[in-house]
């Protein structure tokens, strides 16, 4: 199950990829975006910033700011969408904690591949018997919707005419920023540690662990050879992320808590079946001295019939 966990974030982030590159494109002449998403979001994301920064005298840097709020808010509900089906799936686990946990253990301690096999199907014939998703509720299609939105913005963030020659708290936004990108990591630390809020399952929990620091470190990379413009972008989403995070830890979480107990209270949860296959293990004493001890050899045997027949 872990393995396809793997391969669906793995599809997830090649797409994401390919949005963030194949969505917009670079002319070889002009050397600006061009493409379908960039036309239809990006020019108008920049001539937004465009507007703060020259009509309003606001400033490029806020420019930058106001629009990522804006595009943010509005996608809002689409990362609140996508988090509320991820938690449901985590309280469901939490709640079913003692039916799984026992065969977790089994395939934690499996001494061989069939009996780690086994162990895996009556996993999944439980998951599958209390309705939760192997895939922990990652939904696609929320994230797919949001990925032009966020392709967009990166390439508004960076090509907007006017942004490269300008600079925000002394920060030049065409040039590269190790400030910004030292808050920009620290900021998405934060959002993945609070991600772990609520997470009682130990194996979910030690793999999300490993993983938090993926997104910091990838967002610092990315940071340190992007122009401080963009790195802006991505420090204001990293606000939001964490803004996003507490509304699902601290309002959603509690009500989702409720709902999965209220379910599983009209609808009882079900053990599994065992399949009635066990694999047999030698039982057979591995230390020799109490071997001898507990059962007789075959020499022995022979010396005690050579004894009876001599007493014959």
């Not at 030292?182 to 772990?196: D, E, K, N, P, R």
């Not at 293990?281 to 022979?302: E, F, Q, V, W, Y």
Request: with cysteine; glycine share 8%; charged share 20%.
């Amino acid at each position: 199950m872990k393995k396809y966990k793997r391969y669906l974030l793995a599809v997830l982030s090649l797409s994401a990829l390919l949005l963030l590159t194949g969505c917009v494109s670079i002319d070889k002449t002009t050397k600006q975006p061009t493409g379908f998403v960039w036309n239809l979001l990006g020019k108008p994301m920049g001539e937004a910033i465009n507007f703060f920064a020259t009509d309003l005298g606001l400033g490029f840097g806020l420019g930058i700011i106001l629009v990522t709020v804006i595009v943010r808010v509005i996608i809002f509900p689409l990362g609140i969408y996508q988090s509320w089906k991820a938690t449901y799936q985590s309280e469901k686990m939490n709640y079913l904690k003692p039916i799984f946990a026992p065969i977790q253990e089994r395939i934690k301690n499996a001494e061989t591949q069939e009996e780690k096999l086994l162990a895996n199907s009556e996993l999944m014939d439980a998951q599958k018997a209390n309705g939760v998703s192997p895939f922990g509720g990652i939904g696609c299609l929320p994230l797919l919707i949001q990925m032009p939105f966020f392709s967009a913005l990166f390439y508004a963030a960076q090509y907007t005419p006017g942004i490269s020659k300008d600079s925000f708290l002394g920060i030049g936004l065409g040039s590269k920023s190790l400030a910004l990108t030292l808050v920009v990591a620290v900021l998405y630390y934060i959002q993945s540690m609070l991600a772990l809020h609520g997470i009682e399952d130990e194996n979910q929990r030690e793999t999300m662990k490993k993983t938090a620091l993926v997104s910091p470190i990838m967002i610092a990379v990315f940071s340190l050879i992007s122009p401080a413009g963009v790195t802006l972008y991505w420090v204001v989403g990293g606000f939001v992320q964490i803004i996003q995070q507490f509304v699902i830890n601290y309002l959603i979480r509690p009500k989702l808590r409720k709902q999965v107990a209220e379910e599983y209270k009209n609808n009882p949860p079900k053990a599994p079946a065992s399949n009635g296959r066990r694999v047999k293990k030698d039982i057979t004493p591995t230390n020799p001295t109490n071997a001898n001890r507990s059962l007789p050899t075959n020499g022995n045997k022979k010396r005690n019939a050579g004894k009876q027949r001599n007493r014959n």
